[in-house]
């Protein structure tokens, strides 16, 4: 069974940084490599948002509020990707989810909480 565990999320000051972590198990390295990995991210009251994908093949790309700030990256040996977000504002809070697509098989995470705050 698939399973995308997050971690990472926090309280932190704006123009702060975060890691974001998601590690899929019961997954093969070889097919990890196929995978196209995702964040999103949902404020409660808004709808869910694509963050930043990290495709097969291909360059990463961004939501445009997030772009110079936030960079995707995996280590497909480890079966995990992540979310660098650095300069953080307070339009930043939300909950952030990870997401695979491996030829339309789709998982989500449970979720990680980032606040930017004072």
């Known amino acids: 069974q698939v399973q995308l565990v997050e971690s990472g999320g926090g309280l932190v000051q704006p123009g702060g940084s975060l890691r974001l972590s998601c590690v899929v198990s019961?997954?093969?390295?070889?097919?990890?490599?196929?995978?196209?990995m995702d964040w999103y991210r949902q404020d409660p009251g808004k709808q869910r948002e694509l963050v930043a994908s990290?495709?097969?093949?291909?360059?990463?790309t961004y939501l445009d509020s997030v772009k110079e700030r936030f960079t995707i990256s995996r280590e497909n040996d480890k079966n995990t990707v992540y979310l660098q977000m650095n300069s953080l504002k307070p339009e930043d809070t939300a909950v952030y989810y990870c997401?695979?697509?491996?030829?339309?098989?789709?998982?989500w995470g449970k979720g990680t909480l980032v606040t930017v705050s004072s």
């Open positions: 990290s495709p097969v093949n291909g360059r990463a």
């Open positions: 997401h695979r697509n491996w030829r339309g098989f789709t998982n």
């Open positions: 019961g997954y093969s390295e070889n097919i990890f490599r196929t995978t196209e």
